[in-house]
């Protein structure tokens, strides 16, 4: 009569696993009853950080009673009849191991790296450059644009008067003043060019503010307007004679 242990099929486990370091580690872990317990504490390792050599098995029931020490690698699992729901209880039998003296739960017990204010104000990338750099972003960002902007200077341009615009002395005739809903806040002026210079017909972003050819139209401020005697230009008019 064979006295080596038969497992019928590819059964297995579900084990609760424990450790005697780590009051926290607690995890559901599915094991097969073929595995050695040499295969298992390599399974374990992966998950515990307590290393094969290290590592010594106790099997509880559902009940708590301790049921096995399982010492010799070379059995199976199985051989101990776990059920789900058992117990397998990690305990790491060497002292200076990386789970020994509760750091790992306790972030308190961990020797936190320091670097002076000198050192980490060289450093790039950190986050209070970042946050340096907002506050001169937003400390450097432009004044918002009141709704009068440059309202006064429209004070002696009126719908009608000739004008000659900047830059390029463009000549035209003032076609709109006011503010434009379709552009920045304050004040423009909407002039019909004597020639296609501009970049529209009137209509800017949807909104019509005046009408005139197409490109003959353009939008500007008022600080780029002189008004005056500015008649159109004859195309065939020489400088010099």
Known sequence: ??????????????????????????????????????????????????????????????????????????????????????????????????????????????????????????????????KEKMVHQRTNAPAKVPDNYMEDLCANIKVGDRCQVEPGERRGTVKFVGKAASLSPGFWVGVQYDEPVGKHDGMVKGQRYFECPPLCGGMTRPDKVQVGDFPERDPFEEDEI
């Open 1 to 130: 009569m064979s006295s080596k242990f038969q497992i019928q099929g590819d059964e297995s486990v579900l084990l609760r696993v424990t450790h005697s370091n780590i009051k926290s580690f607690s995890a559901d872990i599915q094991f097969s009853l073929r595995l050695t317990l040499e295969a298992v504490k390599e399974k374990l390792w992966k998950k515990s950080g307590t290393s094969v050599e290290s590592m010594s098995l106790q099997l509880y029931d559902d009940t708590g009673a301790k049921l096995a020490d399982l010492s010799d690698n070379s059995v199976q699992l199985g051989f101990y009849s776990p059920q789900d729901g058992y117990r397998l209880h990690i305990v790491d039998l060497d002292p200076s191991s990386v789970t020994s003296g509760g750091w790992l739960e306790d972030t308190s017990l961990v020797e936190k790296y320091k670097i002076s204010d000198e050192a980490y104000d060289k450093l790039d990338g950190t986050f209070k450059k970042f």
